[in-house]
Structure formats: C-alpha cells, structure tokens
C-alpha cells in the first residue's frame, strides 16, 4: 500500500517541487514504483514533464472538479504521464478554479484522498508537489498524506510561515484520529 507524503511550505522558492522530482527519481532508483502529483497550480512539475503545459487535456484540477461534481473520473491511462519510470499526474490553472470551489463544499478536505485511494494498492509512494500557502488545496493535499516533508530556508519569514504549517499539520492530524 502506498505512503502518501506531501511536500510542502508556506514560502516559494524553498525547493518544494524540486524536492518532490528528485525524490521521486531517486525511489525509482531503490526500485520504487511511484506517483507525483502536481497539486500546484504554478505547474512546476508538469512543465518539467511536458515542453507545453497547454497540451495537458487532464489534469488533476479536472479530477477534483469531477469528484466534487460526482462524475465519473476518467480511464487513469488518459491523465497519468510516465517519464523515465516516474508516473505522474500533471497540473493546470484548472486548480485555482479548484481552490475557490473547495471553500463552498462538504467534506472538502478529503476530496484528493478520495481520488488517490485507487491508486494505493498500485504504488510504493504518492508524492504530492503543493503551492506555498496554506489554502484549500494544501489542506486537502494534508489531509491526504502519510507523512509531510517541509522544505524551508533559514530565513526568518520562512521560519514564521514554518511555524504555522506545522501548526496546520498538528490540528489535522488531531482532527483525523477523532474521526
């Protein structure tokens, strides 16, 4: 079964996608199978695994918005990319249409883990690439993770925005084991 594991932050340019790519290779090395999910609407990962971001016709904002739509989800071959023995599911500016629908929904929080379960009998390792704030999305990535990776530089506002994620962090993992 595999281990969810959110990488994320409160500032950019801290090496969260960075991160989250040279992870997933370097798994893939151990013998690994592993998923990436670009859960950021910047797209910094897609545009390393495709020359143009326009030509992405699924992305994982089209899965959420289905789930919350409750429609049927696509044949995963149509929207998961394979690169060098690295699966992923790539992202679009789809997602901050996301974010702002998220905020109106019951359950919101659980909506990505739902899409993700399926997935977990078929890979080792999950990783999810997040935005740099602590928005719908990140809470959502959250609370569908094993584990949290967060990237942060020594840098005093980078400190204070460390504080608070792991704040975040704390209050969700409360909130899911009295569920």
């Given at each position: 079964?595999?281990?969810?594991?959110?990488?994320?932050?409160?500032?950019?340019?801290?090496?969260?996608?960075?991160?989250?790519?040279?992870?997933?290779?370097?798994?893939?090395?151990?013998?690994?199978?592993?998923?990436?999910?670009?859960?950021?609407?910047?797209?910094?990962?897609?545009?390393?695994?495709?020359?143009?971001?326009?030509?992405?016709?699924?992305?994982?904002?089209?899965?959420?918005?289905?789930?919350?739509?409750?429609?049927?989800?696509?044949?995963?071959?149509?929207?998961?990319?394979?690169?060098?023995?690295?699966?992923?599911?790539?992202?679009?500016?789809?997602?901050?249409?996301?974010?702002?629908?998220?905020r109106l929904e019951m359950g919101a929080e659980k909506i990505l883990a739902c899409i993700l379960e399926p997935f977990r009998e078929e890979y080792d390792y999950i990783l999810i690439d997040t935005c740099p704030s602590l928005n719908t999305l990140t809470i959502n990535a959250l609370s569908a993770a094993d584990e949290v990776i967060i990237a942060a530089n020594p840098q005093f506002w980078a400190m204070v925005g460390l504080e608070d994620f792991l704040l975040t962090v704390k209050k969700l993992r409360t909130v899911s084991i009295l569920n």
């Amino acid at each position: 079964m595999a281990k969810i594991i959110v990488l994320g932050a409160m500032k950019g340019g801290v090496g969260k996608s960075v991160s989250t790519y040279n992870l997933a290779y370097s798994l893939n090395k151990l013998g690994k199978k592993v998923l990436v999910v670009d859960f950021d609407s910047s797209a910094n990962i897609t545009r390393c695994v495709v020359e143009d971001i326009k030509t992405v016709e699924i992305s994982i904002g089209d899965l959420m918005m289905n789930q919350m739509d409750e429609e049927e989800q696509p044949n995963p071959a149509e929207y998961i990319i394979n690169r060098n023995g690295v699966d992923f599911i790539l992202s679009s500016k789809v997602l901050s249409a996301v974010d702002a629908k998220l905020r109106l929904e019951m359950g919101a929080e659980k909506i990505l883990a739902c899409i993700l379960e399926p997935f977990r009998e078929e890979y080792d390792y999950i990783l999810i690439d997040t935005c740099p704030s602590l928005n719908t999305l990140t809470i959502n990535a959250l609370s569908a993770a094993d584990e949290v990776i967060i990237a942060a530089n020594p840098q005093f506002w980078a400190m204070v925005g460390l504080e608070d994620f792991l704040l975040t962090v704390k209050k969700l993992r409360t909130v899911s084991i009295l569920n």
